[in-house]
């Protein structure tokens, strides 16, 4: 399915911004761009959007979203830290960019969003369209790749992909693509005790542990 066949294609500038932040904080789905994956993109305090967005993926609502936010030292707002200045040089380091934190969820976090869980994986982006659209929705959003389950393993989602496996199942897409990575997030969890990569991605455990050296070597 091409762009040109679906009408609910939004091109990247300043009105549509509007439109597609307004369609997530009312409760819509949309698919954005992000530093990786194009992802279903929705407002994390709506149970329905929620649930909406595990249905467009063919996949049962058991999985915790992760939390975006536009302005790195939101992290603070969601989330507590067992050790504060780490996360901090962590976020200073990587953010915006493709990494995701996983820390102790405050009581802020809607269950819906982490599934009863007791913490909450957040980031931070530099996508420029991503953010174009951030400016306008005056909150954080929740996100998961624009994709059916299990039919994207180890590629990125990209434009082609989203809209041929979901786009007609949207409210809208805000065209635009990833930002020159080549795999997804990497994860990191500082939730408490052992710190460790729960994903690797284009940020390397080499760059990870130049911040602060916790991270174990991958034994391949």
């Known amino acids: 399915m091409s762009q040109r066949q679906l009408s609910n294609v939004l091109e990247p500038n300043e009105n549509n911004f509007r439109i597609a ?3 997530i904080v009312q409760g819509g789905v949309v698919i954005a761009p992000s530093d990786t994956n194009l992802a279903l993109t929705l407002n994390p305090w709506k149970d329905d959007a929620i649930d909406r967005a595990f249905a467009i993926k063919n996949r ?10 536009l302005e790195t030292d939101e992290w603070k707002d ?7 200045g780490l996360v901090q040089a962590f976020a200073e380091a990587f953010w915006p960019g493709p990494l995701n934190i996983i820390l102790p969820r405050k009581a802020s976090i809607s269950d819906r969003l982490v599934c009863g869980g007791a913490t909450v994986s957040l980031g931070c982006l530099s996508n420029p369209v991503w953010r174009g659209m951030m400016r306008y929705t005056g909150m954080p959003v929740a996100m998961t790749s624009a994709n059916l389950s299990g039919q994207a393993d180890g590629v990125l989602v990209d434009m082609d992909l989203a809209l041929r496996q979901v786009g007609d199942k949207v409210d809208y897409v805000l065209r635009g693509e990833a930002q020159g990575t080549t795999k997804s997030s990497t994860i990191i969890d500082l939730s408490g005790g052992e710190p460790c990569i729960t994903r690797y991605g284009d940020v390397t455990v080499e760059q990870l542990n130049a911040i602060a050296p916790i991270f174990k070597e991958r034994v391949s």
Do not use: G
Not at 60 to 69: N, Q
Not at 78 to 84: E, I, S
């Open 60 to 69: 049962p609502a058991t999985s915790a979203l992760t939390l975006f936010f």
């Open 78 to 84: 969601y989330a507590d830290a067992p050790d504060l």
């Open 21 to 23: 932040a307004e369609c």
